[in-house]
């Protein structure tokens, strides 16, 4: 297993993996792939099993306190020297879930936002998803009224880190 940051030359799986990975409301295309790799490339953790991807998270970095469906789609408002870091998306193919895939890269973000001196990272997630997201010390805030991307709703779970 190999984890890295994406660079343009991988919109084309990634597009494919968000395909298999969401329903087509809910799916990134493949244009807002090419624009957040632009400005964030080094804000999508990749996990690849040889030659495959089988594995990501993506999202920018923003002073914003709370995830909105405008951050979605508009790649530049990252601002690398943000507080938050956002996950838009946790992605693993059917196939190769229940694996700990994400979970490494969950780990792997949070590692990497410790580093970099940001305040925590904020997600959005479906009910059944907050269990999942709570082993990783996310806390669920509640549904959110920023976000019905794709028409679903969902809860608001941050991590943040305590001060030094």
């Known amino acids: 297993m190999l984890i890295r940051y994406a660079q343009i030359t991988d ?17 990134a295309p493949r244009e807002q792939f090419a624009e957040r790799l632009k400005y964030y490339g080094n804000h999508f953790w990749l996990l690849f099993d040889d030659e495959r991807l ?4 993506d999202g920018f970095v ?18 690398e020297e943000g507080d938050w870091q956002m996950i838009f998306g946790v992605n693993t193919i059917p196939s190769e879930r229940n694996k700990g895939y994400a979970g ?13 001196g940001r305040k925590g990272l904020v997600l959005t997630c479906k009910d059944r998803l ?8 996310f806390v669920n805030e509640g549904h959110t009224d920023k976000s019905s991307h794709g028409g679903a709703e969902w809860n608001q779970m941050r991590l943040e880190f305590s001060p030094d």
């Open 54 to 57: 089988v594995s990501f998270v």
């Open 104 to 116: 490494q890269l969950l780990r792997q973000a949070i590692a990497d936002t410790r580093a970099q």
């Open 62 to 79: 923003t002073d914003e306190h709370d995830l909105t469906d405008e951050m979605f789609a508009d790649a530049s408002m990252h601002d």
């Open 11 to 27: 919109l084309d799986i990634i597009t494919a993996v968000e395909a298999e990975c969401f329903p087509p409301a809910e799916a």
């Open 130 to 137: 907050v269990p999942y997201y709570s082993k990783f010390g």
